[in-house]
């Protein structure tokens, strides 16, 4: 679950490039795609090449090891710029990069934080310049009707006080909606022939995968399914299908009556945790679930120890994924299903939504005319430019990368991001949209058919209705807050307390955490945000 505004503000634990490693729509027109230069380079204009470079300091995850690489000597090719790195490990980024900030080595363009706060940090510290969204648009043009025709409210998510700061970014698969497969096998054995609609059949797959011998080994040890409850994202993601029958994205700001709640406190998870529970004394989750994290989880479906998996998006699945590319390599076949349906009758699931956290161009940037409009032609080029686009994430066709059904699949030794950004300075580096605004570019056909049969418009998609919210309560107490979801989720589904006496309670704690404030302060800023 995408929710950043349960981190502390701390700068030095909120300065992160935000990665996200799937792609979006909204593809543009591919003609001249991949038309660069063996060389990496691009045939400045005349009147560009006349002119003095304009420099650019850069920071970003995956860094080129030197400063000709091909993806750096394209764009300053391209647009009569020079780039001055400013390169991070990896492992240590968020600390390097504080100390630089600190000591006033200011980028120039800063991509998304990963979390909303660090953003409101820098605003407040005078980093980040005041960027009128009509000037975004005079010189964004492409990426401003990007931005319109997705979601208009994307522009409220970088305002404070009144004035924008950011470059609204996207998730490209912010749509799409966590999807539930079944061991096919199983499935046959225990006479089904697709998988369940509603919770009730679900409940009969998960009891028969427990105690009808679905793998035939003569033992009761298969589970229904599982969670990855050890990992700090998957806890947040536990058990989606049956949170989702009752309407609820547990982890999210949701809209109810006209009023903002947050999720976990609904009567709808009460009644989720409640039917979880009565499944954990029937045997059929994994009790091993509390510990599991992303490895353990995957593997235990591929392997036959239990049959359903709920916590995964179509491009996992998908035979190029890491779990439809784990089953088909262990022999396993899996069948996609949909969010079953619950009392309400209607099938829902949680979703990310297209939220990011904003791009930031520094204030000192931003005085210099030509730099802050060379900035803005760079990232709407990034963003929209086919050849511009492939250059910097893909590299150089047949080099770098092989283009199958019209998209650009990396050759094997630029699969890692590590060592494509060092060798090559391609991937998230330079390319801040990577994977988020040309989806015909970065999926072959094959991919996006896989996506178009399976993710599908009539589920209703639980976003988080207050994404990347400033929310001084929140993040004041998010530690406490957080640690106490988590501990009573797992206490709730093994039976340690009552979902009937002791929600009430749990709610009351959690309001008097900060949650009732914080809820306070959502109002309020969900209003801002929607003003007609």
Same mark, same amino acid.
């Given at each position: 679950m995408k929710i950043r505004n349960a981190i502390?503000?701390?700068?030095?634990?909120?300065?992160?490039?935000?990665?996200?490693?799937?792609?979006?729509?909204?593809?543009?027109?591919?003609?001249?795609?991949?038309?660069?230069?063996?060389?990496g380079s691009a045939a400045p204009s005349a009147a560009a090449a006349a002119e003095k470079p304009i420099e650019l300091k850069w920071v970003g995850w995956y860094p080129p090891e030197s400063d000709d690489t091909y993806a750096q000597k394209f764009l300053e090719n391209k647009f009569n710029v020079k780039f001055n790195n400013i390169k991070l490990d990896y492992t240590t980024a968020v600390q390097q990069l504080n100390v630089k900030l600190s000591s006033g080595e200011i980028p120039d363009v800063i991509p998304g934080y990963s979390d909303i706060n660090g953003y409101a940090e820098m605003v407040k510290q005078g980093i980040a310049a005041e960027l009128p969204i009509e000037e975004i648009r005079q010189?964004?043009?492409?990426?401003?009707?990007?931005?319109?025709?997705?979601?208009?409210? /994307?522009?409220s998510i970088g305002m404070i006080d009144g004035k924008n700061y950011g470059i609204p970014r996207t998730y490209g698969e912010g749509d799409a909606y966590f999807l539930p497969s079944y061991n096919t096998d199983w499935l046959n054995k225990i006479g089904y022939s697709e998988p369940p609609k509603t919770l009730a059949e679900l409940e009969d797959v998960l009891t028969k995968f427990r105690?009808?011998?679905?793998?035939?080994?003569?033992?009761?040890?298969t589970y229904g399914f599982s969670? !990855?409850?050890?990992?700090?994202?998957?806890?947040?993601?536990?058990?989606?299908?049956?949170?989702?029958?009752?309407?609820?994205?547990?982890?999210?700001?949701?809209? @109810?009556?006209?009023?903002? $709640?947050?999720?976990?406190?609904?009567?709808?998870?009460?009644?989720?945790?409640?039917?979880?529970?009565?499944?954990?004394k029937a045997e059929l989750l994994d009790p091993e679930f509390i510990t599991d994290d992303f490895d353990q989880y995957r593997g235990k479906f591929i392997n036959g120890k239990v049959g359903m998996l709920d916590q995964a998006l179509w491009y996992h699945l998908d035979p190029s994924g890491n779990i439809g590319g784990d089953a088909a390599k262990a022999g396993m076949k899996f069948t996609?299903?949909?969010?079953?349906?619950?009392?309400?009758?209607?099938?829902?699931?949680g979703a990310q939504g297209y939220s990011v956290v904003p791009i930031?161009?520094?204030?000192?940037?931003?005085?210099?005319? =030509?730099?802050?409009?060379?900035?803005?032609?760079?990232l709407d080029s990034l963003a929209f430019d086919p050849e511009t686009y492939l250059a910097a994430v893909y590299g150089e066709k047949g080099v770098h990368y092989d283009e199958v059904d019209g998209a650009a699949v990396p050759k094997?030794?630029?699969?890692?991001?590590? =060592?494509?950004?060092?060798?090559?300075?391609?991937?998230?580096?330079?390319? /801040?949209?990577?994977?988020?605004?040309?989806?015909?570019?970065? !999926?072959?056909?094959? $991919?996006?058919?896989? !996506?178009?049969?399976?993710?599908?418009?009539? @589920?209703?998609? /639980?976003?988080n209705v207050l994404?990347?919210?400033?929310?001084?309560?929140?993040?004041?107490?998010?530690?406490?807050?957080?640690?106490?979801?988590?501990?009573?989720?797992? =206490?709730?589904?093994?039976?340690?307390?009552?979902?009937?006496?002791?929600?009430?309670?749990?709610?009351?704690?959690?309001?008097?955490?900060?949650?009732?404030?914080? !809820?306070?302060?959502?109002? $309020?800023?969900?209003?801002?945000?929607?003003?007609?």
């Amino acid at each position: 679950m995408k929710i950043r505004n349960a981190i502390p503000a701390a700068l030095s634990a909120a300065l992160a490039a935000t990665l996200v490693l799937s792609a979006c729509s909204n593809g543009n027109n591919k003609e001249n795609a991949g038309s660069a230069s063996p060389s990496g380079s691009a045939a400045p204009s005349a009147a560009a090449a006349a002119e003095k470079p304009i420099e650019l300091k850069w920071v970003g995850w995956y860094p080129p090891e030197s400063d000709d690489t091909y993806a750096q000597k394209f764009l300053e090719n391209k647009f009569n710029v020079k780039f001055n790195n400013i390169k991070l490990d990896y492992t240590t980024a968020v600390q390097q990069l504080n100390v630089k900030l600190s000591s006033g080595e200011i980028p120039d363009v800063i991509p998304g934080y990963s979390d909303i706060n660090g953003y409101a940090e820098m605003v407040k510290q005078g980093i980040a310049a005041e960027l009128p969204i009509e000037e975004i648009r005079q010189y964004m043009p492409r990426y401003a009707k990007y931005i319109d025709e997705l979601d208009p409210k /994307l522009w409220s998510i970088g305002m404070i006080d009144g004035k924008n700061y950011g470059i609204p970014r996207t998730y490209g698969e912010g749509d799409a909606y966590f999807l539930p497969s079944y061991n096919t096998d199983w499935l046959n054995k225990i006479g089904y022939s697709e998988p369940p609609k509603t919770l009730a059949e679900l409940e009969d797959v998960l009891t028969k995968f427990r105690n009808d011998d679905p793998d035939g080994n003569g033992k009761k040890d298969t589970y229904g399914f599982s969670a !990855r409850g050890k990992d700090t994202l998957g806890s947040n993601q536990i058990f989606n299908s049956v949170f989702g029958a009752y309407g609820v994205n547990p982890n999210a700001w949701m809209l @109810v009556d006209g009023k903002l $709640q947050f999720g976990i406190t609904l009567e709808g998870a009460r009644q989720a945790l409640k039917t979880l529970n009565a499944w954990y004394k029937a045997e059929l989750l994994d009790p091993e679930f509390i510990t599991d994290d992303f490895d353990q989880y995957r593997g235990k479906f591929i392997n036959g120890k239990v049959g359903m998996l709920d916590q995964a998006l179509w491009y996992h699945l998908d035979p190029s994924g890491n779990i439809g590319g784990d089953a088909a390599k262990a022999g396993m076949k899996f069948t996609v299903g949909q969010p079953v349906t619950g009392p309400s009758g209607k099938r829902a699931a949680g979703a990310q939504g297209y939220s990011v956290v904003p791009i930031i161009m520094s204030a000192e940037a931003h005085k210099d005319e =030509k730099k802050r409009i060379k900035i803005y032609e760079l990232l709407d080029s990034l963003a929209f430019d086919p050849e511009t686009y492939l250059a910097a994430v893909y590299g150089e066709k047949g080099v770098h990368y092989d283009e199958v059904d019209g998209a650009a699949v990396p050759k094997p030794e630029f699969t890692d991001q590590q =060592k494509a950004g060092a060798v090559a300075g391609i991937g998230y580096f330079y390319g /801040l949209f990577k994977a988020n605004t040309m989806r015909e570019l970065d !999926r072959p056909k094959s $991919q996006l058919e896989f !996506r178009a049969s399976v993710v599908k418009p009539d @589920v209703t998609r /639980l976003y988080n209705v207050l994404p990347n919210a400033i929310l001084p309560s929140w993040i004041a107490n998010a530690d406490a807050i957080t640690k106490m979801i988590k501990e009573y989720e797992i =206490k709730f589904i093994t039976g340690q307390v009552d979902t009937d006496k002791g929600f009430d309670d749990f709610v009351a704690k959690l309001n008097g955490l900060g949650l009732a404030k914080a !809820r306070d302060e959502a109002e $309020q800023l969900y209003a801002e945000r929607n003003k007609a």
